[in-house]
T-cell receptor, first 113, second 116 residues
Framework: EADIYQTPRYLVIGTGKKITLECSQT?????MYWYQQDPGMELHLIHY???????EKGDLSSESTVSRIRTEHFPLTLESARPSHTSQYLC????????????FGPGTRLTVL | AQKVTQAQTEISVVEKEDVTLDCVYETRDTTYYLFWYKQPPSGELVFLIRRNSFDEQNEISGRYSWNFQKSTSSFNFTITASQVVDSAVYFCALSGDNNAGNMLTFGGGTRLMVKP
């Protein structure tokens, strides 16, 4: 089982602020993912990475950006937060083959006022 | 294209009842994997099980059991003698061999409420 961490767990912030959601994993997994989960429960993939210096957009268009400078670290940034960004953000990692299980972090619940 | 359908949006049972969560999938991949995750109120997704498309044996883990039937494209999850701690949202997911990015296709989730 992967150890994957997300900070902060909860964030309440005003419109227009820049925020970075942190995600780190200690298992050396190549692939990392960001999901957005709306209140209706559905999970949407917004970003993923195959490895260092690799970032791709997911199925759901997002105004956020990501970076992957180190294997263990995959932060997500919103340059200017808006109320429409209010959601739960979940980070995950896997070894990389399609057979591999994705392991999830505890999530960040973001509220933009 | 892949698709996972969890037709039951919400289920409510009384403690000690058995409950089955349905999952139906669609894929054109010959090799694929099916997953179940649990999301308790705290928010994290907890991995429960992974099955590959070549292994149709049912699996039991304590009070949990899974029934994989390729003929009906279903991967149902049964909780025996449910407990309040089983209250959570449960997600079924699918990953296939044509999916180079190891992307998971999730179902919409089933919210299970177990009442004392």
């Amino acid at each position: 089982e992967a150890d994957i961490y997300q900070t902060p767990r909860y964030l309440v912030i005003g419109t227009g602020k820049k925020i970075t959601l942190e995600c780190s994993q200690t298992m050396g997994h190549d692939k990392m993912y960001w999901y957005q989960q709306d209140p209706g429960m559905e999970l949407h993939l917004i970003h993923y990475s195959y490895g260092v210096n690799s970032t791709e957009k997911g199925d759901l268009s997002s105004e956020s950006t990501v970076s992957r400078i180190r294997t263990e670290h995959f932060p997500l940034t919103l340059e200017s937060a808006r109320p429409s960004h209010t959601s739960q953000y979940l980070c995950a990692s896997s070894e990389g083959r399609f057979t591999d299980t994705q392991y999830f972090g505890p999530g960040t619940r973001l509220t933009v006022l | 294209a892949q698709k996972v359908t969890q037709a039951q949006t919400e289920i409510s049972v009384v403690e000690k009842e058995d409950v089955t969560l349905d999952c139906v999938y669609e894929t054109r991949d010959t090799t694929y994997y099916l997953f179940w995750y649990k999301q308790p109120p705290s928010g994290e997704l907890v991995f429960l099980i992974r099955r590959n498309s070549f292994d149709e044996q049912n699996e039991i883990s304590g009070r949990y059991s899974w029934n994989f039937q390729k003929s009906t494209s279903s991967f149902n999850f049964t909780i025996t003698a449910s407990q309040v701690v089983d209250s959570a949202v449960y997600f079924c997911a699918l990953s296939g061999d044509n999916n180079a990015g190891n992307m998971l296709t999730f179902g919409g989730g089933t919210r299970l409420m177990v009442k004392p």
